[in-house]
Nanobody, 126 residues
Framework: QVQLVESGGGLVQAGGSLRLSCATSGGTGGNLAMGWFRQAPGKDREFVAAMSRSGFSTNYADSVKGRFTISRDNAKNMVYLQMNSLKPEDTAVYYC???????????????????WGQGTQVTVSS
């Protein structure tokens, strides 16, 4: 059973940066494709970023492209989301997600992910 634990959320002013971390356990990191999603109050969960199991391919939501970067360290079983130039509209609970796969495909649909963390709150003040 894969377990995911996020950390690194907090309160930051607009224009600031945060790095979210996701510790994975119970699985083989090299066979996990990873994603980050977020959910703001009163809104549906939305895709933020995803990375293939190899780490060679990434995909980003248009709203974060150029500001956020997803990365992974399979040796440490960690996935990261570096968030720069944060905006108040980035305020949400951020979730790390994983799916076991042997393909190089990237999934942007949350329904394709079997494992989820508990979420970490990111609040960006204006």
């Amino acid at each position: 059973q894969v377990q995911l634990v996020e950390s690194g959320g907090g309160l930051v002013q607009a224009g600031g940066s945060l790095r979210l971390s996701c510790a994975t356990s119970g699985g083989t990191g090299g066979n996990l494709a990873m994603g980050w999603f977020r959910q703001a109050p009163g809104k549906d969960r939305e895709f933020v970023a995803a990375m293939s199991r190899s780490g060679f391919s990434t995909n980003y939501a248009d709203s974060v492209k150029g500001r956020f970067t997803i990365s992974r360290d399979n040796a440490k079983n960690m996935v990261y989301l570096q968030m720069n130039s944060l905006k108040p509209e980035d305020t949400a609970v951020y979730y790390c997600a994983a799916r076991g796969t042997l393909s190089s495909a990237i999934a942007i649909d949350g329904g394709q992910y079997a494992y989820w963390g508990q979420g970490t709150q990111v609040t960006v003040s204006s």
